[in-house]
């Protein structure tokens, strides 16, 4: 099964945490900076079909942005924390399952041992 890189995601994260800032300073053009982020989830979609995890989260972010305007500011914090949380969580995973996943504490399974040394 095709799913759309970690890398991939990461730069629709990167574009959240950009939108997400802009909401905290108070800047109303992150209403647009939230638009571009949707309409590259809906990209990501239409290109990987079948990666079911960003077709949810698509869907979990069209659903705030229906409830966006009911929502007090304090909720609306609270939810795109929540959406940031749950993407960067998706591309965390999705960089732990890649062969060259640079997060991981280890570079070989040699330096697992224990020892220090022993050569």
């Keep these: 099964m095709v799913k759309a890189s970690a890398y991939t995601v ?3 994260a990167r574009k959240l945490d950009t939108a997400f800032g802009m909401f905290i ?3 109303e053009e992150y209403v ?3 638009q571009e982020v949707r ?4 990209e990501l979609v239409e290109k990987y079909p079948k990666d079911d995890e960003v077709a949810e989260f698509l869907q979990a972010f069209d ?4 409830a966006k305007e009911g929502m007090s500011r304090e909720e609306e914090k609270e939810r795109l924390v929540w959406l940031k949380s749950e993407l960067n969580h998706i591309v965390h995973w999705r960089k732990l399952g890649m062969s060259a996943g640079r997060v991981l504490p280890f570079k070989d399974f040699r330096s697992l041992r224990g020892g220090i040394g022993g050569r």
């Design 25 to 27: 300073d108070g800047e």
């Design 32 to 34: 647009d900076v939230l």
């Design 63 to 66: 659903s705030y942005l229906e």
């Design 39 to 42: 309409e590259r989830l809906q």
């Design 10 to 12: 990461e730069d629709v």
